[in-house]
C-alpha cells in the first residue's frame, strides 16, 4: 500500500488499546462497530464482511446517522490504533486491512513485536484529510458541523493541535458555551469550570493549585484565579444568528469553534510520527533526536516537538523540496529542503526527519500537491452547504490571516533545529557547515510561482 492509497500516521486524541471493530464473524453476516470522534459507537449488521469495501461501510454509516450527500466528501474511514492509523480510500476492503494489520505495523513502526502482536485497529469515522477548508466553511448541517467539532475539540485538548493560550481559551469558551449553555451573569460558572477544566482546555494547562497558566512561559503573574482568563472568554462568546434575545443554535457555536481552528496550519492534516537531530550542545556533545509529529495538508508541512507543544518548522509546499531514502540496514528519511540563512548568508538548508513511514509522507505530499493543481469544477451546492449567496457575502476565503504573535507555538522554530546548510554553483556544491550528507533532489512544487529558489554561492562561504 503506498502512499496514494490512504493517509497513514500517528494516533489520535484518544489512544485506545484493545478495540475492535467487529464483534462477530459468521459465514455471511457480522455485527461491525463504527467509532465517532465523540467515541459513541455506530452498530452495523452487515452480509459478507470480507469482501466489503469502504465506501459500502461509509455509506451505511451516513444512512444511520442521516447525514446529508456532503458527508460523502467530508469523512473518510479509517483503520485506528495506538500504534499507527490509516485512512482508506473507497476501494479498500478494512476487513482485509485488519488481517494485514501486523505487517503494515511491522513496515510503518518501530513498535516492539510484543506491541504489534497485541495492537489490534478500529474503524472510525472522521475528517476526510483531503477535504478543502473552504468548503467546509460553507456547510451548514447541524450534525457533519457538530462531528467535525467533536473532532477538531479532540485534537486541541490532546494538543495535537497546538495552540497559543489566548486561542485556548477562545475555543475552550466556546466549549462552555456548548456544554453549559449561554453564560449568564451571577451563575456559579467558575464552580463548573474548575470541576471541568480539562473538558475545556489541553491537559498540560490544567495546573490546578497554581493558576490554569502558571506554568505557561511569561504567564505565571497571571492575576485572579486561575481560570478567570477561560471565564472572560466564556463571557465574551456571542449569540451569534440570535433574535430577540434568544439563544442561537448550536451549529452556530459549532462553525465559530471550527472557523477559529482554521487559523491553525496544520488544522485538518495527517500526522505522522518521526525523530529530527537535536543541535550540537558542544563542539564534542552531539545533540541527539527528539521525537516529532509531522503534518501534513493539502497546504503544507508542518513539524511539531511533541515535548513542548509547539511548531519547530511550517512550510508551504511552494516553499519546500522533499524526498526520501531509504539506504539498507538504515532507518528510513524524509528529507525537507527550504531557503534560510547562515549567520546573514542564504543557503539551502536540508531536514532529515528519521521515521519508518518517510516513504508514505512523500507519497502523500506529492498527491497533496497534485490535487492542489488540479482546479475544483463549480457545481451545483449540496443542499447542505445553504443556498447560493452574493460574492458580499460568500465565506472567507482559504487564506488565514496568519497568526503574528511573538512568540506564538505555530511560529517556525529553526534554531531547535540541526539542519544541513549548502549553496550550489551548478558544477558542485559548496558546503556550509556541517557538511553535507547526502545529494540533493528536484522534487517539489512547479507552479511558476513558488518562492523556493536554489541559492547561488559566494566567496564567504566554505568550499566543499
Request: net charge negative.
Amino acid at each position: 500500500m503506498d502512499g496514494t492509497e490512504g493517509s497513514t500516521g500517528q494516533p489520535g486524541p484518544a489512544e485506545r488499546s484493545h478495540r475492535s471493530s467487529v464483534s462477530s464473524v459468521g459465514a455471511r453476516a457480522a455485527d461491525v462497530l463504527v467509532y465517532l470522534a465523540d467515541d459513541t459507537v455506530v452498530p452495523l449488521a452487515v452480509e459478507n464482511l470480507p469482501s466489503l469495501s469502504a465506501h459500502e461501510l461509509h455509506r451505511a454509516v451516513r444512512e444511520v446517522l442521516q447525514l446529508p450527500d456532503i458527508a460523502l466528501d467530508v469523512f473518510a474511514l479509517w483503520l485506528v490504533s495506538p500504534l499507527l492509523e490509516v485512512q482508506l480510500k473507497p476501494k479498500h476492503q478494512p476487513y482485509k486491512l485488519g488481517r494485514q494489520w501486523p505487517e503494515l505495523l511491522l513496515r510503518f513502526t518501530s513498535a516492539p513485536d510484543d506491541d504489534v502482536a497485541m495492537d489490534e485497529p478500529f474503524l472510525q469515522f472522521r475528517r476526510n484529510v483531503f477535504f478543502p477548508k473552504r468548503r467546509e466553511l460553507q456547510i451548514r448541517d447541524e450534525e457533519v458541523l457538530r462531528l467535525l467539532y467533536e473532532e477538531a475539540k479532540g485534537n486541541v485538548l490532546a494538543a495535537r493541535y497546538p495552540c497559543d493560550v489566548e486561542d485556548c481559551e477562545a475555543l475552550g469558551a466556546l466549549v462552555c458555551r456548548v456544554q453549559l449553555g449561554p453564560y449568564q451573569p451571577g451563575q456559579p460558572a467558575a464552580c463548573a469550570l474548575r470541576e471541568k477544566l480539562d473538558s475545556f482546555l489541553p491537559a498540560h494547562l490544567c495546573k490546578r493549585g497554581q493558576g490554569l497558566f502558571a506554568a505557561l512561559r511569561g504567564r505565571g503573574t497571571r492575576a485572579g484565579p486561575g481560570e478567570q482568563g477561560l471565564l472572560n472568554a466564556y463571557r465574551q462568546v456571542q449569540e451569534v444568528g440570535s433574535d430577540s434575545g434568544c439563544e442561537a443554535a448550536l451549529g452556530t457555536h459549532y462553525r465559530a469553534y471550527l472557523f477559529k481552528c482554521h487559523e491553525l496550519p496544520f488544522y485538518g492534516c495527517a500526522f505522522f510520527h518521526g525523530e529530527v537531530d537535536k543541535p550540537a550542545q558542544s563542539f564534542l556533545h552531539r545533540g541527539g533526536r527528539k521525537p516529532v509529529s509531522v503534518a501534513i495538508s493539502l497546504e503544507g508541512v508542518h513539524v511539531i516537538d511533541n515535548r513542548e507543544k509547539h511548531v519547530l518548522l511550517g512550510l508551504r509546499f511552494q516553499e519546500l523540496s522533499w524526498d526520501h531514502t531509504s539506504p539498507e540496514e538504515e532507518e528510513p528519511i524524509l528529507w525537507l529542503e527550504f531557503d534560510g540563512d547562515s549567520e546573514g548568508t542564504p543557503v539551502n538548508k536540508l531536514l532529515k526527519i528519521y521515521s519508518k513511514q518517510a516513504e508514505l509522507m512523500s507519497s502523500l505530499i506529492e498527491y497533496c500537491i497534485e490535487l492542489s493543481q488540479v482546479a475544483e469544477p463549480a457545481g451545483p451546492q449540496d443542499s447542505a452547504t445553504g443556498p447560493p449567496s452574493d460574492p458580499s457575502s460568500s465565506p472567507a476565503p482559504v487564506e488565514r490571516p496568519k497568526l503574528r504573535r511573538q512568540g506564538s507555538v505555530v511560529s517556525s522554530r529553526i534554531q531547535h533545529l540541526s539542519t544541513i546548510d549548502y549553496v550550489e554553483d551548478g558544477k558542485g556544491i559548496r558546503r556550509v557547515k556541517p557538511k553535507r550528507t547526502t545529494s540533493f533532489f528536484s522534487r517539489q512544487l512547479s507552479l511558476g510561482q513558488g518562492s523556493y529558489t536554489v541559492v547561488q554561492p559566494s566567496d564567504s562561504l566554505e568550499q566543499g
